[in-house]
């Protein structure tokens, strides 16, 4: 490999690396954050065939946005919401994308919060 090949190739990895590094430091906006909140009550429920006692807390919390897999020129935010059912803790996470002043839900995801 040639001088000239190896920092042609260098000078790519590099804008790679700078590119990734631009895409995991932005962060979630706060506009979804009362959906975020009504839909993280209906993904409990369901979740806990309905049990009267499930509950969310709010606010939700923005994390830093995702890429979208599908077009990596988009973004989604990314709102964490806890909610509880009795003596269970639940993480939710759902990931918005913003078309103009309204929020398209795009994923959503529940976790146990538990210790096995």
Not at 4 to 28: E, Q
Not at 57 to 64: C, M, Y
Not at 68 to 87: C, H, I, S, T
Request: aromatic share 6%; proline share 4%.
């Amino acid at each position: 490999m040639t001088r000239t090949h190896r920092a042609l190739a260098a000078a790519v990895l590099l804008a790679g690396l700078a590119g990734h590094a631009s895409a995991a430091t932005k962060p979630s906006s706060h506009a979804c954050a009362a959906d975020a909140l009504i839909q993280a009550q209906k993904l409990l429920a369901f979740h806990t065939d309905d049990d009267e006692r499930a509950r969310v807390s709010g606010p939700a919390k923005p994390l830093p946005s995702i890429v979208n897999p599908a077009n990596a020129k988009q973004r989604f935010d990314v709102l964490e919401v806890w909610g509880y059912v009795y003596k269970g803790q639940y993480r939710m996470r759902l990931e918005y994308y913003r078309l103009g002043n309204d929020c398209v839900l795009m994923g959503q995801e529940i976790l146990e919060h538990a210790s096995l």
